[in-house]
């Protein structure tokens, strides 16, 4: 079916306004296709079912809309007290001298301006693979944008148990910087690693990871999103899981005036398990979209979705979550919550729920409420001597609590409970 001229013109005008990369080697083919599939498609607008809660204009127009620094002085840097691997990019740029040198027992890492000059890469059966395969049934131009035009990004290839985490810093010191990131990640049978993300970025973000976890492999991902409270984010996550492997993603976000994370899960071995959670905490013109499509095409898996979102002042949080069960997807364990806690009144939830099931020997549910804070709950804690403010931040992070228990690390965990904990008292003081 043709695009409507508005949505093409305006995608042309966007294609026009990019910088083309120059690609000989392995990329070149994925991303000639993914140009097609931005121009088969068309860039996305208010009127696309799964973009009716969050306005993209922001995210597709040409010119970025400034945005302010900020130091972040009065918190330590994310993962600071975990020993690990750091790569650093600022401003979508990758910055060497502030990176550790990218030798680690198990793992081959490189950069993607590096390796794509090549003719033939490990990557070139990942790079833009699974991103095409998210975009049925639901289109993700968006996704596709950052395969065609992404000049950068990191490609990490496990081999074994990593080490120590690799921790991917982005760092924002442009008020118009726009990036594009585009991740691979490899893990080979048995294979193990734990990714680390953290930081604002850019102004504008745009980044697309997509990660193969082979038979009995396991990854385990982190993020901690914030706290330059005008960036404009992206991200996606495309991932496939072989059999018996398991798949953990976790995702805190404070602040950002907009940010919309999306994750596509392909269970296509038998008994695989995928989680994917998130906390997110906003205050005004915060506008938060988590956005999951879990596809179950095996035998006796698992999948989870744990989302919560703390808001006030005027916040809006949005979650699109799906599960779709294949025929012959048999004994498929799939379960999804999203909550909200609206601090104040003036605060909002949009919430669509799915659930599409083609097998008969399921258990699947989902269940989503918003609502406030407890007052019974919060009359018990002053009535033992406890402050208002104290009382309402510890039945904040209790209701915050099942999301963060799906982080295995109790380090990992810690840090995300100090930095939730953190938001909740500046926010208080």
């Keep these: ?40 498609m068309g860039l996305p607008g208010r009127r696309d079912e799964y973009w009716k809660y969050t306005r993209p204009d922001t995210l597709v127009q040409g010119e970025v809309i400034p945005a302010a620094t ?6 330590a840097p994310a993962f600071d007290g975990i020993e690990r691997l750091q790569i650093v990019f600022v401003d979508g740029v990758f910055d060497a001298e502030a990176s550790d040198d990218l030798a680690l027992e198990g793992v081959k890492i490189e950069r993607l301006a590096d390796a794509m000059a090549q003719d033939l890469h490990w990557a070139r059966d990942l790079y833009g693979v699974l991103e095409e395969r998210g975009q049925t049934p639901v289109q993700r131009p968006l996704a596709a944008l950052n395969t065609a035009y992404a000049a950068d990004g990191i490609l990490i290839h496990v081999t074994g148990k990593a080490a120590k985490p690799i921790q991917f810093v982005y760092l924002h010191k442009s008020g118009t910087s726009d990036a594009m990131l585009h991740h691979c990640i490899k893990l080979d049978a048995g294979a193990e690693v734990t990714l680390l993300e953290s930081g604002p970025a850019a102004a504008r973000f745009n ?43 976790f995702t805190m976000t404070a602040n950002g005036v907009m940010t919309r994370n999306e994750c596509v899960l392909e269970l296509t071995g038998d008994d695989a398990v995928a989680h994917v959670a998130g906390a997110a905490l906003g205050d005004g013109d915060f506008h938060h979209d988590d956005t999951v499509f879990i596809t179950h095409d095996a035998v006796n898996c ?9 808001l006030r002042n005027g916040a809006t949080g949005v979650f699109q979550g799906k599960i779709l069960v294949k025929e012959g997807a048999q004994k498929t364990d799939g379960y999804q919550i999203s909550q909200s806690l609206l601090l104040e009144g003036d605060s909002q939830f949009l ?17 989503s409420t918003s609502g406030a804070i407890d007052e019974t709950a919060l009359f018990y804690l002053r009535s033992r001597g406890i402050p208002t403010g104290e009382a309402t931040d510890l039945l904040t992070l209790a209701f915050l609590a099942e999301a963060v228990e799906e982080i295995d690390d109790d380090d990992l965990k810690e840090e995300i409970v100090a930095r939730l904990s953190g938001w909740l008292e500046r926010r208080r003081g």
């Excluded at 919430?351 to 269940?367: N, R, W």
Aim: charge should be negative; charged fraction near 30%; hydrophobic fraction near 40%.
């Design 302 to 310: 698992e999948s989870r979705q744990v989302f919560k979102k703390v």
């Design 351 to 367: 919430v669509k729920p799915e659930l599409e099931i083609y097998a008969d020997d399921v258990a699947c549910s989902h269940g």
């Design 207 to 249: 980044a697309v990871m997509e990660v193969e976890v082979a038979d009995t492999a396991a990854f385990h991902h982190i993020r901690v999103q914030g706290r330059d409270h005008e960036r404009r984010t992206n991200t996606h996550i495309f991932a496939r899981l072989g059999e018996e492997s398991t798949f953990k993603s």
């Design 70 to 75: 900020f130091d972040g002085a009065d918190e």
């Design 1 to 40: 079916m043709a695009l409507p001229q508005v949505k093409q013109t305006a995608t042309e005008e966007r294609l026009t306004a990019m910088t083309p990369v120059t690609a000989a080697g392995w990329t070149g083919g994925a991303r000639d296709a993914a140009l097609a599939r931005v121009r088969e």
